[in-house]
């Protein structure tokens, strides 16, 4: 079964932007399309970064994350999660990070492209293995 937002999932984005906007470490873009003077303009995109020690006993660097990067999907292939990830990139090293990382879905060979043109080389490969609930 594929993935679904639970009904309040807006207000409770809605509540915890003024705190992800507030912290230091937290980048957050939005991407527009149109004017904020236009009443059509609509969020088409949006990406977030967070500034974190790793490893996370020794914290021994500072490393940048691409925490979050969606473009609605209709508008996908127009180049603005490209901006997006360049952008973020250019903010999250202007943080005097030593090292970037980027978590990518499986499946997402767009997504790899764009963050590979960035410089972004694979690190980890993450498996997953769906449990029956129980467990089991």
Same mark, same amino acid.
């Given at each position: 079964?594929?993935? #679904?937002?639970v009904p309040d999932v807006r207000a409770r984005s809605e509540q915890h932007m003024p705190v992800w906007l507030g912290e230091d470490h937290r980048v957050v873009l939005v991407a527009q399309q149109g004017?904020? %003077? %236009?009443e059509d303009a609509r969020l088409v995109g949006y990406a977030m970064g967070v500034v974190t020690r790793w490893p996370p006993v020794l914290r021994s660097q500072r490393v940048g994350d691409i925490a979050e990067l969606h473009v609605l999907p209709d508008l996908r292939g127009h180049g603005i999660g490209q901006r997006l990830a360049h952008r973020l990139t250019?903010?999250?090293?202007? #943080?005097d990070v030593q090292t970037l990382r980027a978590t990518v879905p499986a499946g997402q060979p767009d997504a790899v492209a764009r963050l590979e043109? %960035?410089?972004y080389r694979p690190l980890y490969v993450?498996?997953? #293995?769906?449990?029956?609930i129980g467990g089991g």
């Open positions: 079964p594929g993935a #679904r937002l004017t904020d %003077e %236009e250019q903010l999250l090293v202007g #943080r043109a %960035e410089g993450v498996m997953k #293995r769906p449990l029956a």
